[in-house]
Structure formats: structure tokens, C-alpha cells
């Protein structure tokens, strides 16, 4: 049983370890390139100003840590917000949806006065806000050390599995030794026997 739980716990790990690296070669590639880095269709960005302040629910502060579902084009309405590519300094955006056009979208952040110049079209659209997390302005903390924390997770991810891995192969020997031991004792218990009934 517990050989069978050894085993788990290290396809898990190996099973993480895979996930993170696929994870730091994705964000990596998705930053060079500047799109979002998605996960079964979700993604995180980070607010970088005020602009989207505001009384509405769904309003944002800086540093916020937002989740981006890659939702439909198509599926979009007025009231959603949404990130998209700048098209002036390919910076990402996000800010709510307040019209519609034959050419595409029209949006303005919550804080500002006016709408932004650019018509979101779907080449510029990167996904839909879904949620948020505030605590501590965690969303600046993790633009911040982002590829430290991963490769620190990755890093011990690693040992875990290399550890797992070493500690079966261990455990593999020691029962064959067991059972070499268990075997020449019976072995050498059916020796003297057989000497005995010779005497």
C-alpha cells in the first residue's frame, strides 16, 4: 500500500513539474510576443493604472490581479470589459465595452472622460475580464517577481520528484533484499532439515 502511494505522490509531481515548465515556456513566449499566456482558455493580467477606478462591481484599481477568459468575439456586449492590443504602442488594455460598431468596439475606462480613439476590432481582442484578486495588490507583486516565483516553484517541484524517484528505486531494492534474505533462509531452514533425517 504504501508503495502504491509513493508511486502517486511522484506521478503527481512529475505531473506539476511538467505543467510548470509548460507554464514558464508559454508566459515567457506570450510576453516576447505580447499576448496574453492562456490555460485552458483562462489567462491573468495585471491593472497598471487608474483608469478603470470606479463604483461599478466590476471596476478595477492598479495592481489588481484580473482572470481573462478567451471568450468569443462574437459573444461580446456593451457593459463587458475586455483587454485588447493598443494599437499606438502595442500596450495591453483593459477597459469596458460602452458601444458597438460596424467596425467593432468601442471602450472607455470607468476613471476617464473620454472613449478610447481605437475601435477594438477581433485582431486587437485578447479576452474578457471573470474575475479578480485585491489582496495586498498581489496582481503588482506578481508582475514584479513573476519569474522568480515560478522558478522557485519549479526548482522545488524538481527536488520533490528527484527525491520521489530515488526513494522508490530504494525501496524496490530493499524489498528484493528482503526477499533474497527470506529466500536463503528457507533455503538453509530446508538444508538442515534434510540433514537432521540423513542422521
Same mark, same amino acid.
Given at each position: 500500500?504504501? !508503495? &502504491?502511494?509513493?508511486?502517486? $505522490?511522484?506521478?503527481?509531481?512529475?505531473?506539476?513539474?511538467? #505543467?510548470?515548465?509548460? *507554464? =514558464?515556456?508559454?508566459?515567457?513566449?506570450?510576453?516576447?510576443?505580447?499576448?496574453?499566456?492562456?490555460?485552458?482558455?483562462?489567462?491573468?493580467?495585471?491593472?497598471?493604472?487608474?483608469?478603470?477606478?470606479?463604483?461599478?462591481?466590476?471596476?478595477?484599481?492598479?495592481?489588481?490581479?484580473?482572470?481573462?477568459?478567451?471568450?468569443?468575439?462574437?459573444?461580446? !456586449? &456593451?457593459?463587458?470589459?475586455? $483587454?485588447?492590443?493598443?494599437?499606438?504602442?502595442?500596450?495591453? #488594455?483593459?477597459?469596458? *465595452? =460602452?458601444?458597438?460598431?460596424?467596425?467593432?468596439?468601442?471602450?472607455?475606462?470607468?476613471?476617464?472622460?473620454?472613449?478610447?480613439?481605437q475601435i477594438v476590432t477581433k485582431d486587437a481582442y485578447q479576452g474578457k475580464y471573470t474575475g479578480k484578486f485585491q489582496f495586498f495588490k498581489i496582481g503588482l507583486w506578481l508582475t514584479d517577481f513573476r519569474i522568480i516565483l515560478i522558478g522557485g516553484v519549479s526548482v522545488v517541484l524538481f527536488i520533490a520528484v528527484i527525491y520521489q524517484i530515488f526513494k522508490i528505486i530504494w525501496d524496490y531494492k530493499k524489498a528484493k533484499l528482503l526477499s533474497n534474505l527470506e529466500d536463503k533462509n528457507s533455503n538453509d531452514g530446508e538444508q538442515d532439515n534434510e540433514g537432521k533425517r540423513s542422521n
Open positions: 500500500m504504501k !508503495k &502504491i502511494i509513493n508511486i502517486c $505522490v511522484t506521478a503527481i509531481s512529475i505531473l506539476i513539474f511538467i #505543467i510548470s515548465i509548460y *507554464i =514558464i515556456i508559454g508566459s515567457t513566449l506570450a510576453i516576447r510576443n505580447n499576448e496574453l499566456f492562456r490555460l485552458f482558455g483562462y489567462s491573468y493580467a495585471v491593472v497598471p493604472t487608474e483608469s478603470m477606478e470606479g463604483d461599478n462591481p466590476d471596476s478595477l484599481d492598479a495592481g489588481d490581479a484580473v482572470i481573462i477568459f478567451n471568450t468569443p468575439y462574437e459573444d461580446l !456586449k &456593451i457593459g463587458d470589459v475586455i $483587454v485588447y492590443i493598443s494599437n499606438e504602442d502595442g500596450k495591453m #488594455i483593459i477597459h469596458r *465595452i =460602452i458601444d458597438k460598431t460596424e467596425e467593432g468596439f468601442i471602450t472607455k475606462g470607468d476613471n476617464n472622460n473620454d472613449a478610447d480613439s
